[in-house]
């Protein structure tokens, strides 16, 4: 970043001292300056401010992560649904179906609360989450099984999530340009 030199001698200048940066995008202000007091001069630089964090979100899910639908049917079958049946109203009838599935579905589905960041990259949309949702199901499926045909389908959809960021990519700058037009 400093390109002017920062040793003075009587014989010769030099750059001996540096600031190395991964990505000067991240600094806003860099220079040198003289103190008087010795032959090396002060350098500094300045980075912009970080980009606020936006405030955490919680919903409340379902995580289906240990679902099982087998279980799931049993319980349902074994379930004592009297009290739908036999009831003549139907608004209670709805009501206890509800109150019993749900009872089901808490013990088979817990509730979950879940985080959910506002600030996503611009290149994580509904599309590349599915296509990663499905890419991952089909590596998991593809090293349970040595089928040539579900080799193919996972490299295809390995595929298919390279080239949603590669088209990402292309698409952000495009939509700069549009934005800075209007």
Not at 56 to 67: A, Q, V
Not at 77 to 100: E, H, K, P, R, Y
Request: with cysteine; glycine share 2%; hydrophobic share 30%.
């Amino acid at each position: 970043m400093i390109k002017t030199p920062t040793y003075y001698n009587n014989h010769y200048t030099s750059s001996i001292d540096d600031i190395l940066v991964s990505n000067s995008e991240y600094y806003y202000q860099h220079g040198t300056v003289a103190t008087g007091d010795t032959d090396h001069i002060l350098i500094y630089t300045a980075r912009k401010k970080q980009k606020q964090q936006s405030e955490t979100c919680f919903i409340h899910g379902r995580s289906y992560s240990k679902f099982n639908p087998v279980l799931f049917q049993r319980d349902c079958i074994f379930a004592d649904w009297t009290s739908v049946i036999n009831n003549n109203d139907i608004n209670t009838a709805w009501n206890n179906f509800l109150v019993i599935l749900h009872k089901i579905l808490d013990k088979h589905v817990p509730k979950k609360k879940m985080t959910v960041s506002e600030d996503s990259p611009p290149w994580i949309t509904r599309e590349f989450l599915e296509t990663c949702k499905d890419r991952d199901y089909w590596i998991d499926k593809n090293t349970k099984s040595n089928d040539p045909i579900i080799s193919i389908t996972c490299r295809d959809y390995k595929s298919r999530v390279r080239r949603l960021k590669i088209l990402s990519a292309v698409r952000k700058p495009r939509l700069e340009k549009i934005t800075l037009r209007i």
